[in-house]
């Protein structure tokens, strides 16, 4: 097939200086020596354009995703609201017991609302060590494991 499609781009290249006009599927087919219902499924394919399941909708500053919208067919709208449920007692729970440096770091290095960042980066954008960085993002986890609430949601999830 990339060989065709190869073909395709060469003569329709060379048509399009010979003629000074984008060639019609008839000229493609009888240059190409293949049948005009041939010729128009490989321009099809040629004109077929890729794109990303990550590719912003809209303005690119958008958080949005092409894939945010795509719904799953085995999706279950009582589940989804329950795991809705399991990220707003979360968020809630980590607001109330973290520091905004610990909730920062948490989110950062999990890549919640943004992309993941490393230790170094993290550090770098605090002014301290990536082992600094460490020791707060594991004394947030320490908090967030004694909270009884997140623990009863990790129990569910194991059920």
Known sequence: MQGLLNKLKNIK???YIKLGREPSVIEIAKAMGVKKEKA???????????VSL?????????????????VSENSDPEALTFSNQK??????????KLTDRERGIIK???????????LRE?????????????Q????GYDKLRRDPRLRKLADEREA
């Open 87 to 96: 990220i707003g007692i979360a968020n809630e729970v980590m607001d109330e």
């Open 13 to 15: 290249e060379e048509l």
């Open 122 to 134: 993290l550090g770098n954008e605090n002014g301290i060590t990536r082992e600094r960085i460490r």
């Open 54 to 70: 990550d590719m912003p909708l809209g303005d690119a500053d958008e958080s949005q995703r092409l894939i945010d919208t795509i």
């Open 136 to 139: 707060i993002e594991n004394e």
């Open 108 to 118: 950062a290095r999990n890549g919640i609302g943004a992309t993941e960042k490393t």
């Open 40 to 50: 128009a499924e490989l321009e099809v394919f040629f004109n077929r354009r890729i």
